[in-house]
């Protein structure tokens, strides 16, 4: 049977400062959660202050792959966190949580060795494959998201794909995943923006490297899709 007494879940909230109105609203649903978004002016690489974690990178949709990487650092490195087995990713506006939320992860069968999990994986037929050229994935997905002045504006994704959790459904990581991508944030900082867009297919292409594939959860929040 799956131990549950050493699980920890910490709910991670994508936001941006221009949706700070949401903040009070989704802090009062539970307080094992925290919400963080970019801020390229502050000194200090991230800041938490009652479970508003900013980071030292920028806020636009284009910067969506630098920001979960920091986030994920903070939480690997911030002592209040070093508790925590595991963080749900979800969004600020277009996915639905309760206070119940956290306490339905912790039932998944098995969560104590699961690295990586999703309500929605893409691709799940090449589950085991990187492929350059699928015949799902959408290159443009970022269309008319980033900024005019962007690198990414109305340019293609040209980089591979494998099998990835939606990040509009939300995403599972333990905190082995999380040490794994803070360990590739650390050393590919300088190629990051030009090389990722999709925070989500990010997140699989770096574990598909160390051989942890997404495994498929069940509903517990309502995402996007």
């Keep these: 049977m799956d131990s549950k007494k050493n699980?920890?879940?910490?709910?991670?909230?994508?936001?941006?400062?221009?949706?700070?109105?949401?903040?009070?609203?989704?802090?009062?649903?539970?307080?094992?959660?925290?919400?963080?978004?970019?801020?390229?002016?502050?000194?200090?690489?991230?800041?938490?202050?009652?479970?508003?974690?900013?980071?030292?990178?920028?806020?636009?949709?284009?910067?969506?792959?630098?920001?979960?990487?920091?986030?994920?650092?903070?939480?690997?490195?911030?002592t209040i966190f070093k508790d925590v087995t595991h963080i749900f990713k979800i969004d600020d506006h277009d996915t639905k949580f309760n206070a119940n939320t956290i306490d339905n992860i912790t039932e998944i069968q098995n969560l104590s060795s699961l690295h990586y999990g999703g309500q929605l994986l893409q691709h799940y037929y090449l589950y085991n494959k990187l492929v350059e050229f699928p015949s799902g994935g959408i290159r443009s997905w970022h269309f008319?998201?980033?900024?005019?002045?962007?690198?990414?504006?109305?340019?293609?994704?040209?980089?591979?794909?494998?099998?990835?959790?939606?990040?509009?459904?939300?995403?599972?990581?333990?905190?082995?995943?999380?040490?794994l991508i803070t360990e590739y944030y650390d050393s590919n900082q300088d190629d990051i923006f030009k090389n990722h867009i999709y925070e989500d297919l990010m997140i699989a292409l770096i574990l598909f490297h160390h051989n942890i594939l997404g495994t498929k959860i069940e509903k517990i929040i309502e995402g996007d899709k």
């Excluded at 690489?45 to 986030?71: A, F, G, V, W």
């Excluded at 980033?146 to 939606?166: E, F, H, M, R």
Aim: charged content about 20%.
């Design 7 to 78: 699980v920890k879940v910490l709910l991670v909230i994508m936001s941006c400062y221009k949706n700070r109105s949401l903040w009070e609203k989704l802090k009062n649903i539970d307080n094992r959660s925290i919400i963080f978004y970019g801020n390229p002016n502050q000194q200090d690489k991230y800041i938490l202050d009652n479970q508003i974690l900013s980071l030292k990178c920028e806020d636009t949709y284009d910067y969506l792959p630098h920001k979960i990487l920091l986030m994920i650092k903070a939480i690997t490195n911030l």
């Design 144 to 179: 008319n998201k980033c900024p005019v002045d962007s690198y990414w504006n109305n340019k293609l994704y040209k980089g591979p794909y494998t099998t990835w959790a939606d990040g509009g459904c939300g995403y599972l990581l333990s905190k082995k995943s999380m040490n």
